[in-house]
């Protein structure tokens, strides 16, 4: 039987296909290229055409890596790409490869560079770096070791559910960018792992950090020079050295940082909470306008410090002091117990003293006794319940 086709319906048709190679992104899947889901087989070529084929198409293009451990070596995810949607869903485990000299000396084992609009779902990333951290305590000599997933020069970036497992050295690092959203985000290295920072920020702006948690042996957030409109909120910190800002002042040029909100924090046997840490070093850097609100502090050494006589080894600062200023930087309900008599510290710099610090509504404690405060060269005002009762001038 002869069906006449109603133009209408072909119209209908021409439609349909066109509005869905504007929906459906075009997907590679790495096992199209050879990718093996076990981490004896190396899949960094695979990866890596998977990457070359969604950064070239006009298109949104997902690639994907099912269930499975893959191993890889470093790479570098290169833009700028010809769309700006490319989403890397993943529901196996990226692994670094055994041997830490692999990448060791490389800087980065996944680097995005110039990327506009990536996206990451879920996965895991094993850094495998206990071998490295092993090696760095017996003091041989070891490679500096690699980040685990950093970001360049990129911008509207997003990630989300990804954990990071055993970096060698820094887990994430955001660095020169503009619009990253982590959300979801779980770190895990083991409390003694060398510098091991969950993530860290600088030269950045935009950057919002939302509902992660981590644990590992250096800071959970680092703040570096240049990050600004910085937002950081219900994130989970312990074991490792809490958020820091800083160190800055470390250079004489150096770019400052500006609008930081760190809210609803958890810290648990932490070295620090929130803390703000400056070379003893002449630098033109400096910290304004910082919001530290609803902070939870378990078991921690130093729950509020600001710190400017950083000098370690007592190499190139002995007897200098910070230039570093910090300003305008406000503590609001900040609660729990210090491991230390000395829970709220600001050693501000003889030079360039602490300015417009304000405590709010500060409750620390010690073996359920009253902590103390130290200040030197530091003023502000307070509202509120303070205990330990305030130090500044
Ligand atoms: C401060 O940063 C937040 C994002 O973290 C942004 O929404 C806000 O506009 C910034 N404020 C100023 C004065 O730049």
């Known amino acids: 039987m002869h069906m006449p086709i109603h133009p209408n319906f072909m119209a209908l048709l021409f439609f349909f296909f066109f509005c869905q190679s504007l929906a459906f992104a075009t997907t590679y899947n790495i096992l199209d290229f050879g990718a093996k889901p076990h981490a004896n087989s190396d899949s960094t070529n695979s990866l890596s055409k998977a990457w070359s084929l969604a950064c070239a198409s006009t298109k949104p293009s997902t690639v994907y890596i099912p269930q499975g451990r893959f191993l890889l070596k470093n790479l570098h995810f290169k833009g700028p790409c010809r769309n700006k949607a490319i989403t890397f869903r993943i529901d196996g485990t990226l692994v670094a490869p055994s041997d830490y000299n692999a990448i060791g000396n490389v800087g980065n084992w996944l680097l995005f560079e110039g990327a506009d609009g990536v996206t990451i779902r879920g ?14 305590k017996s003091g041989r000599n070891c490679p500096t070791g690699a980040t685990t997933l950093g970001f360049s020069n990129s911008k509207n970036v997003a990630v989300s559910g990804l954990r990071s497992l055993n970096s060698q050295m820094f887990h994430i690092v955001i660095n020169g960018c503009e619009n990253v959203k982590l959300q979801g985000v779980k770190v895990l290295a083991s409390g003694n792992s060398p510098n091991t920072d969950g993530i860290h920020v600088q030269l950045s702006t935009g950057i919002t950090i939302l509902n992660s948690k981590i644990s590992t042996g250096d800071d959970c957030i680092s703040i570096g020079p240049g990050a600004t409109n910085l937002w950081i909120e219900n994130v989970g910190c312990g074991p490792g050295h809490g958020i820091s800002i ?44 910082v919001f530290f609100q609803h902070a939870v502090m378990t078991n921690v050494q130093n729950p509020i410090v600001i710190d400017q006589n950083y000098c370690p080894d007592h190499k190139n600062c002995p007897g200098q002091v910070s230039g570093v200023k910090i300003s305008d930087v406000t503590y609001q309900d ?60």
């Open 123 to 136: 996965g895991t990333l094993d850094g495998q770096g206990a071998p490295l951290w092993a090696c760095k």
């Open 246 to 289: 800083g160190s800055l002042g470390k250079d004489y040029e150096e770019a400052g940082v500006r609008n930081v909100t760190v809210k609803t924090t958890t810290f648990k046997n932490t070295q620090n909470g929130l803390r703000i840490k400056t070379w003893a070093r002449p630098s033109k850097g400096f910290v304004k306008g």
């Open 334 to 393: 900040i609660q729990g117990t210090s491991a230390t008599q000395v829970a709220v510290k600001f050693d501000c710099s003889k030079r360039s003293p602490c300015q417009g610090i304000r405590l709010e509504d500060v409750k620390l404690s010690y073996k359920n006794r009253a902590a103390e405060a130290s200040c030197s060269n530091a003023a502000g005002t307070t509202a509120g319940i303070i205990e330990p009762s305030s130090c500044l001038y």
